[in-house]
Nanobody, 123 residues
């Protein structure tokens, strides 16, 4: 079992930055590929970014490419999502997820989920 707890959400002006953290407990984080997903009101959950177990491979949704960076510190059992140049359309609940079998983009293929953290971007 893996427990995931996100932090770092909040309200920010358009063009600003936030860094989300996802702390894992229960198992070594290095055993899992990690991902960030988001869900805006009235919309389906969507893929944001994913990172391999070692951190050597990362993939992003086109909508965040060049603005968001996913990283991990396996020694601290923590994954991060640095979000720059935020836009109003980035407003959503952001949730981290873990998957044993490697990087992924489909929410249905996640093994574990955190509870989510709200990010609100005002213009």
């Amino acid at each position: 079992q893996v427990q995931l707890v996100e932090s770092g959400g909040g309200m920010v002006l358009a063009g600003g930055s936030l860094r989300l953290s996802c702390a894992a407990s229960g198992r070594f984080l290095s055993s899992y590929a990690m991902g960030w997903f988001r869900q805006a009101p009235g919309k389906e959950r969507e893929f944001v970014a994913t990172i391999s177990r070692s951190g050597g491979s990362t993939y992003y949704a086109d909508s965040v490419k060049g603005r968001f960076t996913i990283s991990r510190d396996n020694a601290k059992n923590t994954v991060y999502l640095q979000m720059n140049s935020l836009k109003s359309e980035d407003t959503a609940v952001y949730t981290c997820a873990a998957r044993m079998e490697g990087t992924w983009s489909s929410p249905q293929r996640s093994d574990y989920w955190g509870q989510g953290t709200q990010v609100t971007v005002s213009s």
